[in-house]
């Protein structure tokens, strides 16, 4: 009997244990971009208020290795004309040193019309929740004359994202804490206008270009020497 007792107790204890592991799993099945839109609205006004150079997490949609010797950060508006050109430059930069340089997108929504604007910078990120947020971000440029609701459901249909997700993500507003963050933090460290750099947290004078870049990396592999 007390054998059996033992083995009875040894039996309830690994299915409580077993319950608390499955518990776990499905309290921490969340998705991380879920997780990162929280963060976003938890953060506060306050704190934005503080900064004074940007910061750089898993809210920001990054293009480069996290070893990069050169992080560019760029505050952007869709239908800006020049952050068109310069996501043009970008994109050259990224393709000259794959290894050597970090772009890290911050939404800076702000040229009129707001509404249209603001809603192109939440598709983006609803794009992104479905792992398209660059072949959006680029299409949008190459549309920036033409962002309204319907051509946002096109390129989410041309991009082949499941449009219910995208839909209902864009009607409630999921991704706007994600836009507010990258535009309140752009008017705390200065940002007036787009596009605005910052490369290795330095404001950025004159253009972006793979030439200027170029000289910044040598300079960095200078001064490590």
Sequence with gaps: MAKNAVIFLLIGGAILILAAF??????????????????????????????????VTIADPILGPTNAQITIVEYADFRCPHCAEANFELKKIIAAYP????????????????????????????AEKQGKFWEYHDALFMNQN??????????????KLDENLFVQCLESGQTKPLVQRGFEEGKAVGVDGAPYFFVNGEKWKGEMTVEKISEVIASVAKQSR
Excluded at 146 to 159: G, I, Q, V, Y
């Design 22 to 55: 499955f518990n776990s799993v499905r309290s921490n099945s969340a998705s991380s971009f879920e997780k990162l839109i929280k963060q976003s609205q938890t953060k506060t006004e306050a704190e934005t208020k503080t900064l004074s150079t940007p910061t």
């Design 99 to 126: 290894d050597k340089v970090r772009w890290v997108w911050k939404d800076f929504p702000f040229l009129p019309p707001i509404n249209v604007t603001w809603l192109a910078h939440e598709s983006a990120r609803c």
């Design 146 to 159: 033409n962002l309204s609701r319907e051509n946002l459901l096109a390129l989410a249909k041309e991009f």
